[in-house]
Nanobody
């Protein structure tokens, strides 16, 4: 059993900042990558940022230069620092983990329950 627990969402003014956290726990053998996706009302879920276990990040073009993803392997935790937030960043943000639960297991995707980020004046 693997759980991803997110925190840090909320309401913020345009131009403001928020920091999301996601801690993975349970039967984890190895984490290959963790990341953040988001889904706005009426839209499909999209990748925001992803980072490998060795710290190589990649970002959606819409957040480059404003968002920073980081990982703490000792804590199995990924962070998303979001600066200069815009109303179009409003969405439910989901944590994703690509990990193995055993040495003979294949990589699987695990998801958090989602945290709402609202950017509005």
């Amino acid at each position: 059993q693997v759980q991803l627990l997110e925190s840090g969402g909320g309401l913020v003014y345009p131009g403001g900042s928020l920091r999301l956290s996601c801690a993975a726990s349970g039967s984890i053998f190895r984490i290959n990558a963790m990341g953040w996706y988001r889904q706005a009302p009426g839209k499909e879920r999209e990748l925001v940022a992803r980072i490998s276990s060795i710290g190589i990040p990649n970002y959606a073009d819409t957040v480059k230069g404003r968002f920073t993803i980081s990982i703490d392997n000792a804590k199995n935790t990924v962070y998303l620092q979001m600066n200069r937030l815009k109303p179009e960043d409003t969405a439910v943000y989901y944590c994703n983990g690509k990990l193995l639960t055993g040495v003979y297991e294949s990589e699987s995707d695990y998801w958090g329950q989602g945290t709402l980020v609202t950017v509005s004046s």
